[in-house]
């Protein structure tokens, strides 16, 4: 009953938390510019066609009113239209949502591996301090860290290109009908043949995937370690150890429990962070996804395009939280009594 309370009272609290962020980004977005520029600056535009899509668009009123317009189509499932040059009046919930698709097949992905990756490391770093794989492990972290994510994904990108044309040059590629390990998006997989979906799906987002994990695992790692390290130096594993327990139940049973939280915390605040900043990865892989979307609608100031991308990444860091309120509660109990 407790846990059910607690997942209430969280909940009551994200939802005008959500409601917040969505009228800042409101806000920001209205002050971008004038979305129908282009159409003014063109003298052959009508002023009474000019005024009618102003009006239909909700742009001759005031900002409270134009928020409260948008957040009420919003919640019914209206996301508005495009109002971008050669896009007008598509409309926009399942063109962001096909992005955001595409992006959270790669992030979640990437996220899950780097967060069990860097968990299992720093635990065992942590035990086996001053070890050779704890110095290992140290250096790798600070050398992922020390790396922007672009640069990750270049290198990775122009080593699969010559490891690709060294299968080639051994009669190897043509075997599914697709190189080994693809640098494009998964929109131009060839799935024939037998086998052809699992290697050219999973050839496509090799790559990508990597170059994600790489900098999260190095954060989760350290974060793990450091955490495991002191929850391993704290009195009540002490007090297990002099009771005579053998040291895998006093690791994984006492000490990896309490250890995890603030891992969680970092997890949480992390997956929207590459969610929203997963534009670099797909603009050098050239993926279809959120990061593409924003680009073009930023250039082509699409208010409505922009809102929605806004709202549904703040919506997912919201979301992100959330779970880790609720790791908090099953990791700790102490926290959904409190």
Known sequence: MNLVIYILRRLAISIPVLLVGTFLCFIMVAGTGDPLAELKSNPAMNPQVLAETAARLGLDQG???RYFSWLGNFITGDWGVSIAQGNAQAPVFPKVMAAFEVTLKLVVGAEILALVL???VGVVAAVKQYSILDYVATTLAFLLFSMPIFCVAIVLKGYAIQFNGW???????????????????????????????????????LLPTLSIMAISFAAYSRFQ?????????????????????????????????????????????NFGAVLSGAIITESVFNWNGMGK??????????????????????????????????????????????
Request: proline share 4%.
């Open 118 to 120: 860097g968990v299992l």
């Open 63 to 65: 900002i409270i009113p």
């Open 167 to 205: 299968v080639r040059d051994l009669g190897l590629s043509d075997v599914l009908g697709n190189p080994w390990i693809r640098t494009t998006s998964p929109e131009s997989l060839n799935f024939d043949g037998p086998g052809g979906f699992l290697a050219s799906y999973v050839g496509a987002y």
């Open 293 to 338: 979307l924003l680009v073009e609608a930023v250039v082509k100031n699409d208010t409505q395009v922009m809102m929605g991308w806004l709202v549904l990444i703040a919506s997912s860091i919201i979301v992100a939280n959330l779970i880790a309120d609720l790791m908090y509660g099953i990791l700790d109990p102490r926290i959904r009594v409190g």
């Open 225 to 269: 370690r450091a955490s495991m390290l002191e929850t391993l130096n704290a009195d009540y594993v002490r007090t297990a150890r002099a009771k005579g327990l053998a040291n895998g139940r006093v690791i994984f049973r006492h000490a990896f429990r309490n250890a995890l939280i603030p891992v969680t915390t970092l997890f949480s605040v």
